[in-house]
C-alpha cells in the first residue's frame, strides 16, 4: 500500500497538480498517510511463527540501514517470510545467522569471513555528511515552489532546487532519499562542486567560476582546477 501510494502521488505531481493552495494540502495528506502506513508496518507482533520450528522476534527493528535507503538485514529477511518465499531449509540456515537490525547486507560491518567491511567503514566515515545531504533533500522536497535545502548558503540552496525540479521525488519517498543521499557523499558531491555546478548552469565560465569560488587555502582556483571538479561529477547530478 505504501509503495502504491507514493507512485499514485509521482503520477498526480506529473499530470494533475497546479500548485493550488487544495493540491497543497491534498499532496502532504497523502504524504501524511503513507507515514503512518509506514509506521504501521514497522509495529509487529512481540513474538512470530515464521514456519514450523522457526521463531523469530518480530518486535526487533524495523526499517532502513543507518547508512542508506536499503532495508536493513532483518526487515529485508522478515520481508521476504512474510511473502512466503523461503523454505524450512533456508530458514534453518539463516537462523543460525545474525541478522543485524542497523545495516543492510551491503554495509554489515563484517564480511562472512570475519575480516572488516571496507564498504561498511567507508560510509561509516561519512555518516554526518550522509544525513546533512538528507536532511537538504527532505527540506527541498518539502517545498519545491523555491529554494528550502535551509543550508545556509544561497548557491547550495539553489543546487538543490534546480535538481528536484527534475525529480518528482517527496517526502514520503524515504528509501530513494536516503539512497539518492548516500550517491551524493559516496560519488564526493562536495558543497564547492554544487556551487560550481549552480554558476555553470548561470552561464558563468570556468575561468569567472574560479575567481568566484575558494580552495581550501581561500585562494581563487584555476580554471584547471575547475574543470577538473566539474568532469568528476556524476551525470545524474548535474544541472
Not at 44 to 68: A, M
Not at 107 to 135: C, D, M, V
Not at 188 to 209: N, W
Amino acid at each position: 500500500m505504501e509503495r502504491m501510494q507514493r507512485q499514485l502521488l509521482r503520477q498526480f505531481i506529473k499530470t494533475v497538480e497546479q500548485k493550488t493552495t487544495t493540491d497543497e494540502h491534498f499532496i502532504a495528506t497523502l504524504e501524511s498517510l503513507t507515514g503512518l502506513v509506514w509506521d504501521c508496518a514497522c509495529k509487529r507482533p512481540k513474538r512470530s511463527s515464521s514456519t514450523k520450528g522457526v521463531n523469530l522476534n518480530t518486535q526487533r527493528k524495523h526499517g532502513f540501514c543507518e547508512l542508506c535507503g536499503n532495508q536493513t538485514e532483518f526487515a529485508a529477511f522478515m520481508s521476504t517470510v512474510a511473502g512466503q518465499h523461503i523454505n524450512d531449509v533456508e530458514l534453518e540456515d539463516r537462523k543460525k545467522l545474525e541478522l543485524s537490525h542497523q545495516y543492510c547486507e551491503v554495509h554489515r560491518p563484517k564480511l562472512a569471513n570475519g575480516e572488516w567491511n571496507p564498504t561498511y567503514r567507508q560510509a561509516k566515515r561519512s555518516l554526518t555528511q550522509f544525513n546533512i545531504e538528507l536532511k537538504r533533500l527532505t527540506h527541498q522536497c518539502a517545498n519545491r515552489s523555491k529554494p528550502h535545502a535551509m543550508s545556509g548558503d544561497e548557491l547550495i540552496d539553489s543546487y538543490f532546487f534546480q535538481l528536484m525540479l527534475r525529480l518528482t521525488l517527496q517526502p514520503a519517498d524515504k528509501a530513494e532519499l536516503r539512497n539518492l543521499a548516500r550517491r551524493m557523499v559516496d560519488s564526493k558531491l562536495s558543497d564547492t562542486k554544487k556551487k560550481m555546478l549552480v554558476l555553470k548552469r548561470s552561464g558563468f565560465s570556468q575561468a569567472e567560476i574560479g575567481k568566484r569560488i575558494l580552495n581550501a587555502k581561500q585562494q581563487p582556483m584555476t580554471r584547471q582546477a575547475v574543470s577538473k571538479a566539474l568532469a568528476s561529477v556524476r551525470k545524474e547530478f548535474l544541472l
